[in-house]
């Protein structure tokens, strides 16, 4: 009978052990406003931007010296973007909204009416930003990726 308790006890710390992962991971994610995020990127997002999700990638394998971060977000009026690349016929748009909404991971949303997609990159405040855009009737869909200069 005592180790019946034993592990009653041992899947119970595990349980707490994994919601307090979880928990931690949403507050870090809830931690960035859309005005710390202007000013970190360099970018003037609207006000009504909605940050749908926000990750260091997490994982025991990462290297925290490139300091990665990722941001996905929604801002129903068109973000002007630091620079603008564009080929013909890249990205594909469809392709691009699969990836943006794939990486929505707490407000997942379903991109509709996607008009075109561009990249972007820039560089600001010590880091490099990658960044993905897609431009729907209902506004900017993007993911935006960060890692420290070298």
């Not at 052990?17 to 928990?23: E, G, N, T």
């Not at 996905?72 to 603008?84: D, K, Q, R, W």
């Not at 930003?129 to 009737?137: L, R």
Request: include cysteine; aromatic fraction near 14%.
């Amino acid at each position: 009978m005592k180790k019946k308790g034993t592990k009653i006890l041992y899947k119970l710390l595990s349980a707490f052990y994994i919601i307090f992962l979880i928990a931690a991971c949403d507050s870090e994610q809830d931690s960035w406003d859309i005005h710390e995020l202007n000013k970190h990127t360099g970018i003037s997002f609207p006000d009504t931007t909605i940050i749908l999700s926000a990750t260091d990638g997490g994982g025991k394998e990462r290297d925290v010296k490139y300091e990665a971060y990722t941001w996905t977000l929604f801002s129903p009026v068109s973000v002007n973007m630091p620079s603008i690349i564009k080929h013909a016929g890249d990205p594909p748009l469809k392709d691009t909204v699969k990836y943006i909404e794939n990486s929505m991971y707490k407000n997942k949303t379903k991109i509709s009416k996607a008009q075109y997609a561009f990249y972007s990159n820039w560089e600001t405040n010590g880091y490099y930003f990658y960044a993905t855009v897609v431009h729907s009737q209902q506004g900017d869909y993007m993911v935006i990726n960060r890692i420290r200069k070298q």
